[in-house]
């Protein structure tokens, strides 16, 4: 479909949204004429004001007359001064898409990569074009899937997919944004009838009778329903336009295999699910491991330090072998499916440009580390900036550290004898004191367990409540050992962080650790070991 029936579909749709709110609105006002002519007065004037506010959010929502440009994206724009090998390796890519390069480049610290352009006239007039790439995707490419990325982006310039995307996006608004309207007055008219009939039932308590059950069944109903009713016409613009937006998807594809080849297109796509997969592991396992603990790593590395994640575990997101993920394909997603986008371009001839010796994306940038700095500084929020820096090994021995001791508040609240104050290492001695007594069983019977661990009688109990133990007792070791310095955890990129101590001490801890919860329980291994580690 050309560009020129693209838009008028695209009016078509969004002036089928006001045909959808005049009829709407001529349907209340029918059933307002009814009322003053049939119904009691009482009636009628009930239904003028559920007219009314039905009413209100369908006019506010054809009134709504600027699209949202741009609001939640954060990025850092970067000049041509600062990074003159990127912004030339963009125009010359623009130049051979053969459409105008981008106003502005952003940085982001997302594993994405996106063009925007903020369209005049419904998208008759071109505006401002913006292109946001993410330091986590370059990252993880090399320069020729960065390349084909960036090729494949500005080819949605090149067929006006961007301009006109401003009429579709302006339709979206409109639907949301109604949308919400009535949901939010639906949610306020279940919240006040709940506040009514509980104060009801408040006062037929305070004169000793039984309380009602609070009832909201059926209220806000015609709130829900005028939502109801644009949620499907959303849905069905959405399904209008969304194959023409996977088309818009292969077409960029193909322009991507043209100007950065083949293989380069097809591989860049094969990596990105495993890249993104990374990048949340990254963000979930790293990245934040301290923050519940006030730590970050080093200015630049919350979202730069993916690479050395990358770097340790350069087989995993593989690249022209790597499989895709087969997932069922939602009838209003934009993208066809990854898989049938990769097959489409291995269709294609050979291009004879499979052989480039790989070199990193990060090679266009003067200073990947200055623009992590800046990605950082912008996106992240105001409390987490003035968190305490650390570097990647205090990090992990630190935040690590910070988690078991935090885990071990369970045992000494169920531990009467530890002083609230004490560390672990006071905390550990009167948990092998409760050990020597037998009070140990009892302390472990008091902290969370399974359904399958309750639920459990005898014999079964009994095992148990023995791993329970060696559990609390091992986590109470590592925290003492690991607070005093007698331990230190170990970074590592390509697995978990390990704990390390004294030099052939590790299997001695274990057997120290199983004679402390055996049948006849001896704490005096576990307890010298831990003096000969002092």
């Given at each position: 479909?050309g ?7 695209a ?13 709407l609105?001529t349907a209340?006002?029918?059933l307002?004429w ?5 119904a009691p007065?009482?009636?009628?004037l009930?239904l ?6 039905l ?18 994206v954060?990025g850092v724009?970067?000049?041509d ?5 990127l ?7 623009a ?5 105008r390069?981008?106003?502005?480049i ?5 594993m ?5 352009e903020?369209a ?9 074009r913006r292109?946001y790439l993410g ?9 020729a899937?960065l390349?084909?990325?960036?090729a494949?982006?500005l ?8 301009r006109l ?10 639907v949301a944004?109604?949308v919400?309207r ?7 008219t279940?919240?006040?009838e ?6 009801r039932?408040?006062?037929r308590v305070?004169r ?9 069944t059926g ?5 829900r329903?005028?939502?109801?009713v644009y ?6 613009s959405?399904?209008a ?5 996977r088309?818009q998807e292969l077409?960029?594809?193909l322009a ?10 097809a591989s860049?796509l ?8 990374a990048h949340?592991?990254?963000l979930?396992?790293y990245?934040?491991?301290g923050?519940?603990f006030g730590?970050?790593?080093?200015r ?6 993916v690479r050395?994640?990358?770097d340790a575990r350069?087989?995993e997101?593989?690249?022209?072998g790597?499989?895709?993920?087969v997932e069922p394909?939602s009838?209003?997603?934009?993208h066809?499916p ?10 294609l001839p050979?291009?004879g440009r499979g052989s480039e010796?790989?070199?990193p994306a990060?090679?266009?940038f003067d ?6 700095v800046r990605v950082?500084d912008?996106t ?26 935090q885990?071990?508040?369970p ?7 530890a002083?609230a ?6 905390l550990l001695d ?9 009070t140990?069983?009892d ?5 969370p367990?399974s ?10 109990a009994r095992?148990?409540?023995r791993s ?11 925290a ?12 590592s990129w390509?697995g978990?962080a390990s704990?390390?101590l004294a030099?052939g001490r ?12 055996s049948?006849r329980s001896?704490?005096?291994?576990l ?5 000969t580690t002092a």
């Amino acid at each position: 479909m050309g560009a020129t029936l693209r838009a008028l579909r695209a009016l078509v749709l969004l002036a089928c949204f006001h045909l959808l709110g005049l009829a709407l609105l001529t349907a209340l006002g029918a059933l307002d004429w009814a009322a003053h002519r049939w119904a009691p007065a009482g009636w009628a004037l009930k239904l003028y004001v559920v007219s009314f506010l039905l009413a209100v959010p369908v006019v506010r929502g054809m009134l709504l007359l600027r699209t949202p440009r741009d609001e939640g994206v954060a990025g850092v724009p970067v000049t041509d001064a600062e990074e003159p090998r990127l912004w030339a390796a963009v125009r010359d890519l623009a130049a051979l898409v053969g459409t105008r390069a981008p106003d502005e480049i952003r940085l982001t610290a997302d594993m994405n990569a996106a063009v925007t352009e903020d369209a005049r006239l419904l998208g008759l007039l071109g505006g401002t074009r913006r292109l946001y790439l993410g330091l986590p995707l370059v990252a993880g490419l090399t320069e020729a899937r960065l390349r084909a990325v960036l090729a494949h982006e500005l080819g949605h310039y090149g067929h006006f997919d961007t301009r006109l995307s401003g009429i579709a996006e302006r339709c979206r608004a409109h639907v949301a944004r109604t949308v919400d309207r009535f949901e939010e007055k639906s949610g306020h008219t279940i919240a006040k009838e709940r506040a009514r009939q509980e104060k009801r039932s408040a006062k037929r308590v305070a004169r000793g009778r039984s309380a009602r059950e609070v009832d909201t069944t059926g209220v806000g109903f015609t709130y829900r329903a005028m939502a109801r009713v644009y949620t499907a016409y959303g849905r069905f613009s959405m399904r209008a336009t969304q194959s023409d937006a996977r088309r818009q998807e292969l077409a960029a594809d193909l322009a991507a295999a043209r100007i950065a080849g083949r293989d380069a297109t097809a591989s860049a796509l094969r990596a990105l699910p495993a890249l993104d997969d990374a990048h949340a592991f990254y963000l979930s396992s790293y990245a934040t491991l301290g923050v519940e603990f006030g730590m970050l790593p080093p200015r630049g590395e919350v979202f730069g330090g993916v690479r050395r994640l990358l770097d340790a575990r350069a087989e995993e997101p593989a690249g022209a072998g790597a499989a895709l993920p087969v997932e069922p394909v939602s009838p209003y997603d934009s993208h066809p499916p990854t898989a049938e986008r990769v097959a489409a371009l291995e269709a294609l001839p050979d291009d004879g440009r499979g052989s480039e010796r790989p070199r990193p994306a990060l090679d266009l940038f003067d200073s990947p580390e200055a623009a992590s700095v800046r990605v950082e500084d912008a996106t992240l929020a105001p409390e987490a900036l003035l968190m305490r820096r650390l570097d990647w090994p205090d990090l992990v021995h630190e935040a690590m550290t910070a988690r078991y001791v935090q885990d071990t508040e369970p045992v000494r609240a169920a531990l009467k004898t530890a002083p609230a104050d004490s560390g672990p290492a006071a905390l550990l001695d009167a948990f092998l004191d409760a050990v020597d007594s037998g009070t140990a069983w009892d302390v472990v019977g008091g902290l969370p367990r399974s359904e399958e661990a309750a639920a459990a009688t005898g014999r079964a109990a009994r095992e148990f409540a023995r791993s329970s133990l060696r559990r609390e007792l091992a986590r109470l070791v590592t925290a003492a050992l690991a607070s005093d310095g007698r331990a230190r955890w170990q970074l590592s990129w390509s697995g978990p962080a390990s704990l390390r101590l004294a030099v052939g001490r590790t299997g001695a801890l274990d057997e120290a650790l199983d004679a402390a919860i055996s049948e006849r329980s001896d704490t005096g291994p576990l307890r010298e070991l831990l003096a000969t580690t002092a």
